[in-house]
């Protein structure tokens, strides 16, 4: 029986190998590429409780739980910013409830001349290293939200989404003339949601 050269058993047995991988393991390592770029939000109240008709202050966080550096806008608690936005919702056994009205829009507007890519990054992002966050304090009033007149348990859920980094800017950004090389992270667009955080709203 004729045997095979060491080099050509060795081949074989890796052949092998990598034909018996198993399925699991495979997904878990395209789960792991799908999530280089990770987002996550939280929100917290910076008091568990409040009274009946009290506004109610919020510490909502972003964090990059991927590998790789990502932008996040800097305004973000501002109503109606256009690169990205945030939205606030309260729940109880009734069902989830926003503001009550928009509020009044973030006086925003692109440029009419040309700007620079790093310049608009440089202003309006954030460039989130792994592992890091980014965050802002919110205050809910009882007038954006009535349920804050109603004592009870609530659960407090934050919303981020954001369609990207050119998304807003209407055509009046330019590259740079280096190319894009220069900026740190990648471009992030999506909607994820946080997880609930408890709070009471008591009787006066």
Request: aromatic share 8%; proline share 6%.
């Amino acid at each position: 029986m004729e045997q095979l050269p060491f080099s050509g058993l060795l081949r074989l047995v890796l052949a092998t190998l990598i034909l018996h991988i198993p399925p699991a393991i495979l997904q878990d390592a395209r789960e792991q590429q799908n999530e280089t770029v990770k987002l996550a939000i939280r929100v917290s109240a910076t008091k568990e409780s409040v009274k009946s008709g009290e506004p109610l202050e919020l510490e909502v966080e972003l964090w990059n739980e991927g590998f790789e550096d990502v932008f996040v806008c800097k305004n973000f608690e501002r109503l109606n910013f256009p690169l990205c936005s945030v939205s606030l919702y309260l729940e109880s056994a009734s069902g989830r409830f926003g503001p009550i009205q928009s509020g009044i829009a973030y006086d925003y507007a692109p440029s009419s001349s040309a700007t620079k890519l790093s310049d608009a990054v440089e202003r309006d992002w954030i460039c989130l290293r792994p592992g890091h966050s980014y965050g802002a304090k919110i205050t809910l009033s009882p007038e954006l939200y009535p349920q804050l007149l109603k004592p009870g348990a609530y659960k407090v859920l934050a919303e981020y989404s954001s369609a990207g980094l050119l998304a807003a800017y209407a055509g009046t950004v330019v590259a740079d003339s280096d190319g894009p090389s220069k900026l740190c992270g990648r471009s992030w667009s999506g909607k994820i949601e946080s997880r609930p955080h408890n709070i009471r709203i008591l009787s006066k």
